[in-house]
């Protein structure tokens, strides 16, 4: 569905299209043959001329993208576990102990650190695969969260304390449903955590690889704060995180300015995203992602003359925006080594590369074009075996570089 209506203040026709990727498959889709024959989305992106979200224009159903083939495990990253022993025991820190909900929660990667840390947790989540990962003792719903699932998670269990949600919020559909279900979750008290992927480091890291279907919006504190203010929620303090390449992790209530005051961080932050509302940041991206695409397949080309093995790392969602956007495949990269079980054997999608356990890579390549980018440190730490014996990345963002 092409929507030129703002998801976040309802504005008709406020949309107003800064760029156009194409039409791609989608990204946590990964075909189990060659000839697996795929439906493509258009992907656009736009900005509200009047509250300022950037967000997709093209819109797939939430049952098409979240269905029983959903790739995306949260575990999968092992070295992201010390980021989420890190957020458990922040959280344990500052919240203490109570009732949580963790929305989005996946294959429990953070619930079941937050239930080892004393919270008594329930979870929720539309994607199977991943939830039937999370313990038996742990309560979830198989349901992605709406006014209408809060009201059944709230007449079984009451309202809860603390309600967690990342990488989530920008995924939803109808963000005021959401808030509005976050609303009816909590208590006077409650305290509301929510982590998204940043756009002020969208911006400045080039990262247009963030723009696929499963990410419908994108926001800054600003926008988040134009949706969550009028649904009773006040962002009380937020922190820069480097999850994804750079998310912002806000704290909100409903209002308690007594009992939550807004922290000078937040208002600092807040203070300096003007440019984030601006329609030229926007506009200035587009010429930037064509001269990504271009020095790019350079690098690729070069990189393939001597010596000749190119495979990529990761087999990351945001890989199929870059290398359907680039049109890199099959023909560029003769695999991409993944530790997700559940993406080894397939394809990625639209491009159609195999995706292979690093156990079954037939050898290591002469280059990595490092498609999980933000993960650079850690992969380059667990991968000094294959630098010290002149092995390369080709790191794509936020400009193409061979390390
Ligand atoms: P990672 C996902 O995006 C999808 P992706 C989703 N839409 C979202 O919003 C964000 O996460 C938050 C692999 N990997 O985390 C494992 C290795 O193989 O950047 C995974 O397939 N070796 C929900 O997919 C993929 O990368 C490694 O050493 O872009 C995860 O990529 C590492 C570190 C990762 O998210």
């Not at 039409?23 to 992106?45: H, I, M, N, Q």
């Not at 919240?95 to 239930?115: K, P, Q």
């Not at 991206?285 to 064509?290: A, P, S, T």
């Not at 290591?364 to 667990?382: G, H, M, T």
Request: proline share 6%; net charge negative; hydrophobic share 40%.
């Amino acid at each position: 569905m092409y929507r030129t209506d703002c998801g976040s203040c309802g504005s008709i026709r406020s949309l107003n299209l800064f760029l156009d990727l194409g039409a791609t498959p989608l990204a946590d889709r990964f075909p189990e043959s060659r000839d697996t024959v795929e439906e493509r989305w258009p992907l656009r992106v736009g900005m509200c001329q009047r509250c300022n979200l950037v967000q997709l224009m093209d819109i797939v159903p939430d049952d098409v993208l979240y269905g029983a083939d959903y790739a995306y495990y949260t575990g999968a990253a092992r070295s992201h576990n010390p980021y989420w022993d890190a957020y458990a025991d922040m959280l344990k820190d500052r919240l203490g102990r109570g009732s949580l909900l963790e929305v989005a929660c996946n294959d429990g990667s953070l619930l079941t650190r937050l239930h080892d840390r004393g919270f008594d947790v329930v979870g929720v989540d539309p994607a199977n695969g991943p939830l039937a990962l999370v313990p038996d003792e742990i309560p979830t719903y198989p349901l992605a969260f709406s006014a209408e699932v809060a009201e059944k998670v709230v007449s079984d269990r009451g309202q809860f304390d603390f309600v967690v949600a990342n990488n989530v919020f920008a995924h939803v559909s109808n963000l005021n449903d959401f808030c509005k279900a976050l609303a009816k979750v909590t208590h006077r008290h409650s305290v509301v955590v929510l982590e998204v992927q940043y756009l002020g480091d969208l911006v400045t890291g080039n990262q247009f690889d963030h723009f696929y279907h499963e990410h419908r919006s994108f926001f800054s504190l600003r926008t988040l704060e134009r949706i969550l203010i009028p649904n009773g929620f006040v962002i009380y303090d937020a922190v820069r995180t480097p999850a994804q390449g750079g998310s912002i992790r806000i704290f909100a209530s409903k209002g308690a300015y007594f009992t939550y005051p807004q922290t000078d961080r937040f208002l600092s932050m807040r203070a300096g995203e003007a440019w984030l509302d601006e329609w030229f940041t926007m506009e200035s991206l587009v010429g930037r992602v064509d001269h990504i695409r271009d020095s790019l397949l350079e690098l690729v080309e070069k990189a393939h003359e001597f010596p000749d093995v190119v495979a990529g790392y990761g087999a990351t969602a945001k890989s199929c925006t870059l290398l359907n956007y680039c049109g890199i495949d099959a023909s560029t990269l003769d695999w991409v080594v993944d530790t997700t079980p559940w993406k080894q054997g397939r394809f990625t999608p639209g491009t159609k590369i195999p995706v292979v356990a690093p156990k079954d890579e037939p050898a290591k390549p002469d280059v990595y074009l490092l498609l999980a980018w933000n993960y650079l440190p850690a992969i380059l730490r667990q991968e000094t075996m294959f630098t010290s014996q002149g092995g390369k990345f080709l790191v794509p963002l936020p400009k193409p570089v061979l390390l």
